[in-house]
């Protein structure tokens, strides 16, 4: 989801996360919300731009809205992965810009939580069956 304030456009880099590089860019990646151009020199050089695009929010006037980019019919986006949403409103440079991260799995979790374990499951999204041999790592 992108949340915005007074922008109309924004333009879109997405970066897929190179598996043999996840766990360093996970490690790396603080959570933060934003992409400085410091941390953009070590973080990009793990991931694969996949997708640049701009995308048309028409958000209502004076009003934060939570939006979300219709990315499912892009092509390059609908490998599974780990990627890097890194956005700007169009027109606008900045030191630091507004990132993401998010997965595209068809992994469904179910989690269950006890006074001593906890039970994972784990199913198809498209279709519900259960998956065995899944390997998930905490």
Request: charged share 20%.
């Amino acid at each position: 989801p992108v949340i915005a304030l007074n922008v109309d456009k924004v333009d879109v880099e997405f970066f897929r996360v190179k598996p043999d590089s996840m766990p360093n860019f996970l490690a790396q990646w603080d959570g933060a919300s934003s992409l400085s151009s410091y941390s953009s020199e070590e973080l990009l050089p793990m991931a694969e731009l996949v997708h640049s695009g701009r995308f048309d929010l028409k958000p209502a006037r004076n009003t934060r809205e939570t939006l979300l980019l219709p990315i499912a019919g892009i092509k390059p986006l609908q490998q599974p992965g780990v990627y890097l949403a890194v956005m700007r409103a169009s027109g606008t440079y900045s030191y630091s810009q507004p990132a993401t991260l998010f997965t595209l799995s068809d992994i469904g979790l179910s989690i269950h939580r006890y006074s001593n374990r906890l039970d994972v499951f784990t199913q198809a999204l498209e279709g519900g069956k259960a998956l065995s041999l899944s390997l998930i790592h905490i």
